[in-house]
């Protein structure tokens, strides 16, 4: 089966500073792979030339056959690429189902009840009429994934979207993330919590210092040499 997703010899510097070089990734329709790595290794570089963010100077990003290297971030969503951020970032004064109809709109010129539809899957039915600012943290995240999903992207990268939630928030979100992927969607998951992306993911690749230093399954990963030193310091 042909790659949902191909990363060709990518490369992307900062003035003299090489924060990528020769990235070579391939993510298959339907898998969930874990994208690892020690902070300053190029994890969300890579992710905001994959999404049209940035710009690599060199090499390709293919999805679903076209190469899309020089369309812009709109453009790609278009195609069915979509993001959650770390830090999430909703609109404020807009309720939590205003918040959804945004990009509804964008994407389906779909309406409130697509829009429930959504809520209701992921556990904030019963706060669509609240302003979403005042959301708890876990609620916000999973208001984060929930307008990522309502772009309908054929591919989802979750940007540490557990990142700081307590181990019991933790368990509240992972489900999401594999009933989207037992729908059909494509889920390239970036964190830090290594409990959460070993269980998650059917695949780990490991960035250290802009380039992938290992790949394999999750049990693979662990033991690698190299991983572990990149980790520890070792």
């Known amino acids: 089966m042909s790659a949902l997703l191909e990363v060709r010899s990518l490369g992307k510097r900062f003035g003299g500073f090489t924060a990528l070089e020769g990235i070579e990734l391939k993510v298959a329709p339907g898998e969930r792979v874990g994208l690892i790595g020690p902070n300053g290794s190029g994890k969300s570089t890579l992710v905001n030339c994959i999404c049209g963010a940035l710009r690599n100077e060199s090499g390709a990003v293919v999805f679903a056959g076209e190469d899309v290297t020089r369309l812009a971030a709109h453009q790609r969503t278009r195609r069915g690429m979509a993001r959650s951020f770390q830090v999430p970032r909703p609109f404020a004064s807009m309720s939590v189902l205003e918040n959804l109809l945004v990009?509804?709109?964008?994407?389906?010129?779909?309406?409130?009840?697509?829009?429930?539809?959504?809520?209701?899957?992921?556990?904030?039915?019963?706060?669509?009429?609240?302003?979403?600012?005042?959301?708890t943290q876990v609620e916000m995240r999973k208001l984060e994934l929930a307008r990522a999903m309502a772009a309908k992207p054929k591919l989802l990268i979750s940007?540490?979207?557990?990142?700081?939630?307590?181990?019991?928030?933790?368990?509240?979100?992972?489900?999401?993330?594999?009933?989207?992927?037992?729908?059909?969607?494509?889920?390239?998951?970036?964190?830090h919590i290594m409990h959460a992306v070993m269980r998650f993911s059917q695949r780990v690749v490991c960035?250290?210092?802009?380039?992938?230093?290992?790949?394999?399954?999750?049990?693979?990963?662990?033991?690698?040499?190299?991983?572990?030193?990149?980790?520890?310091?070792?």
């Open 103 to 135: 990009p509804i709109e964008y994407a389906s010129k779909g309406g409130d009840e697509e829009a429930m539809a959504i809520l209701k899957d992921i556990g904030l039915a019963a706060k669509a009429g609240l302003p979403s600012g005042g959301l």
């Open 159 to 191: 940007d540490e979207a557990m990142a700081g939630l307590a181990p019991a928030e933790v368990d509240e979100v992972l489900p999401i993330l594999f009933r989207l992927n037992e729908v059909g969607i494509t889920i390239i998951m970036i964190e």
């Open 207 to 234: 960035l250290d210092a802009g380039r992938i230093i290992c790949e394999g399954t999750p049990g693979e990963v662990v033991k690698n040499a190299d991983v572990q030193r990149a980790y520890l310091g070792a």
